[in-house]
Every structure is written in C-alpha cells, then in structure tokens.
DNA sequence: GCAAATCTTGCGTCGAGTGCAAGTTTGGTG
DNA sequence: CACCAAACTTGCACTCGACGCAAGATTTGC
C-alpha cells in the first residue's frame, strides 16, 4: 500500500472518530459537518471526499458488513439453506467484532436512538439486508424472487438482526455470541416453523 | 366548519394536488417547494404551514390511516386477537378507499419507487405500524413488549402489508379486496404456524 | 364594528450537499 | 533527479430545504 493510501485510510479513521466524539459529546443534529472538518483538521468540502453525508459516518462499517453477508449467501454451497448461512455469517462477524468495538457499538446504538435521522439510516441498511435475503430464500423455496413468502421470511428474519443490535445494548453484557445465537435461533425456529404451516396450504401468490 | 377551516382544507387540498402533478412531471427531486409554492398561489413560506416536509405532502394521507389502524387494535374485543383486528382494519381501509384513490395510489407507488428519500420515508411509516402491532402481538401472547417474538411477528406482518401494497401495483386490477385478503391470510397462516412452533420450545428472551 | 386569535407572507439565517477550477501532493518513468 | 500525469485537497459560488421572527392581512366571536 502506497503513502498516498495510508493517509487516506488514516484520514478516514480520524474523522470517523473525531466526529464520533462530537456526536456524542453535542448530539448528531448539533454537529456539524464544519465542526467535524476542523476538528479532523481537513476543509469542509474535503469531507464529501470521504463521506457522501454526514449520516455515513455513523455507519462507516456497513458495507463491509453488507458485503460480508452478501458474499456468504452467495457463496453457500448447494443444500446449505440461506438461513444456516446467514447464521454461519453472524457467527463470523461477532466473533470478528467482539475483541475490539464493543463500546464504540454501544455508543453508536445511542446515537441512532437518539436521532430520527439515523435511524432512518439504518432502516435502510436492514432494507439491504433484507432484499438479499428474501432472494436466496425464494432460492431456497422455489419461489419466484418477488413473490410474498421469502419476503415474510427475510422481513422477520432480519428483525431478529436488528432486535439482536438492540438487545446487546441492555443487558449487561453477557457472553454476546452465545446469546446473539439464541435470540437468532428462536428466530429461525420461529420461521421454520411458519413455512412448515405454510406448505401444507395452496400458494397464494 | 367555519370559513377559515373550509379555506385551509381547500388550500391543503390544492398543494397536494399540485404538488404530486409536478412530481409526476419533473419528479420528486426535480421539484421545489418554490415550484409548487407558485403553482398552489401560495408564498413558499406557507407551504410549511400546512407540511413539515416536501415528503409529507406524498404521504399526506398516512397519519389518517395509522389512527384509524391504532384505534382499531387499541379498541379490539377482550379476546379478538391482533391479527384479526388487523385483518378487519385493512378490509375496511380498502373498501373505503378503493372507489376514489385507484390511480392516484398508483402513481404514489410509482413515484416512491423512484426515489430513495421517499422510500426512506414510507419505511418510517411502516416502522410506526410495526411498533404498534408489536405492542397488541405483545398483549396477545403475554410477553414483554420489548422481547422478540412479537417484534418478529409485528415485523413479517407488516412485510405483507408492504408486498400488498406494491402488489396491487404489478397486477392488472383484480378484485382488489379479494386479493389483498388472499396475500393477508397467507401471511396470518405463516405468522401462526411460526408462534406454534415456538409454543413448542423454550422461551429465549 | 371592534378586539383577539389565527393565517399569510417576507426577510434573514443556517446547514447539507454539489460543481467547478485552481493549487498541491504523490506515483511512475526515463 | 526531473518531469509528467493522476489523484487529492481546497475555496468559492450556488441551490435547496427548513426554521424563527415580526409585520400585515383575515376571520371570528362578541
């Protein structure tokens, strides 16, 4: 890697969390992106360089994230079901996580419950998440990829994801894997056992 | 209705009006609250009296429609559950509305497709039905309302509210209620198939 | 027909976000 | 090392959404 991409990745880093530390510090809605320049010692044009709004920070890892889950549905060998996947994944990135961020997830869980604007934000990420679920579902059922039943399925499924961010928030932090795995595996149970139901009606489509 | 109420009504009614042929014409982005200020013969300043946003004058009639749907589940019969509610809200809304607002629903759909921000919005919307839903589901099964499985439950119904809706977009103009009904009852059946299946394991909160 | 409540409007302001063009830094090549 | 091209940074000007405020117009109830 070149000079010129480790100042870049090193300027990235330091406005994600000089703007973090004022987020925290004056709310989202009362920082603003001038404020984050000068405190990142960059012009404030020069942020759009590296973010498209100010929203994105708050978000600055959900790409790899998305990428991550995408690649792995795809990748998922045949007979292996999208929701064995998708628990293989999360598995993967909380184990990956856990060492390191824990505090910065759980300030930016305040963050967002504290700000409209984000959480629309995220609801649009979980948006992501869904679509390329309900897809490799409707693989799974031989649905066609717009129809209603991998929709219910990745719509309930990434709820349990996002209940999942939420849960960690409150309780006093137990051994996270072990019981992100539990709340997905009732999850999944609980789909399980509304495709079971449903097979034995007509498809109504 | 006094003078001053017939006249606001009237004046909302215009900038709605107006509003959404100029989104149809230069879309969502493409339009400003200055154009639709000058087409309405209002002062641009006046438009926020009447919306918040250039966004709320496309979801102008949604406030209506979550109150009802509120009350609705709110005022449901000791023993009527949230499904059943649900399902004789939305039979009500649809009769209500379907000789009237066809094609104007039509070209909403079309327009939010089309536009990120407006997405964005109408998944706030949904959000709010969602968290209320979760709340009666909560009731029904005697569970906190902040543990999962009404959150599931809440968040796949409201997935088949959501498909209903972009459903009716796709198909020529079958019998309306007739449809929506068969795509509702669908997803009950799953929803139920789903919460039987947990009755069966233990609880994981 | 008058006074209070309510609406409308214009003005000023802030902040997000974009396009552009000039300047600066870095990378590679001879 | 010198030089050119590519990439990055910055300042400037601009558009647009949204809000606060205060002055002016309208409606209402009495």
């Given at each position: 890697m070149g000079l010129r991409e480790r100042k870049k990745q090193r300027t990235r880093e330091t406005i994600v969390r000089v703007a973090m530390d004022l987020f925290a510090e004056r709310g989202f809605e009362g920082t603003t992106i001038h404020d984050i320049a000068a405190s990142a010692e960059i012009a404030p044009r020069t942020?759009?360089?590296?973010?498209?709004?100010k929203e994105a920070v708050v978000?600055?890892?959900f790409d790899a994230a998305f990428v991550a889950f995408s690649a792995r549905l795809h990748a998922r060998p045949a007979g292996e079901?999208?929701?064995?996947?998708?628990?293989?994944?999360l598995l993967d990135w909380i184990a990956e996580r856990e060492d390191v961020l824990e505090a910065e997830d759980l300030a930016r869980r305040?963050?967002?419950?504290?700000?409209?604007?984000l959480e629309a934000h995220e609801r649009a990420n979980l948006a992501r998440f869904e679509a390329v679920l309900a897809?490799?579902?409707a693989e799974d059922?031989?649905?066609?990829?717009?129809?209603l039943?991998?929709?219910?399925?990745?719509?309930a499924a990434v709820a349990a994801l996002d209940a999942l961010g939420r849960h960690s928030e409150e309780d006093a932090r137990?051994?996270?894997?072990?019981?992100?795995?539990a709340v997905l595996d009732e999850a999944l149970a609980f789909l399980q056992g509304g495709l079971d139901a449903l097979r034995r009606r007509p498809v109504a489509q």
């Amino acid at each position: 890697m070149g000079l010129r991409e480790r100042k870049k990745q090193r300027t990235r880093e330091t406005i994600v969390r000089v703007a973090m530390d004022l987020f925290a510090e004056r709310g989202f809605e009362g920082t603003t992106i001038h404020d984050i320049a000068a405190s990142a010692e960059i012009a404030p044009r020069t942020f759009f360089g590296y973010f498209r709004s100010k929203e994105a920070v708050v978000f600055h890892d959900f790409d790899a994230a998305f990428v991550a889950f995408s690649a792995r549905l795809h990748a998922r060998p045949a007979g292996e079901t999208a929701f064995v996947a998708m628990r293989a994944w999360l598995l993967d990135w909380i184990a990956e996580r856990e060492d390191v961020l824990e505090a910065e997830d759980l300030a930016r869980r305040r963050l967002v419950a504290a700000t409209p604007t984000l959480e629309a934000h995220e609801r649009a990420n979980l948006a992501r998440f869904e679509a390329v679920l309900a897809q490799a579902v409707a693989e799974d059922l031989d649905a066609p990829a717009d129809s209603l039943r991998p929709h219910l399925v990745a719509a309930a499924a990434v709820a349990a994801l996002d209940a999942l961010g939420r849960h960690s928030e409150e309780d006093a932090r137990k051994p996270a894997g072990e019981e992100a795995v539990a709340v997905l595996d009732e999850a999944l149970a609980f789909l399980q056992g509304g495709l079971d139901a449903l097979r034995r009606r007509p498809v109504a489509q």
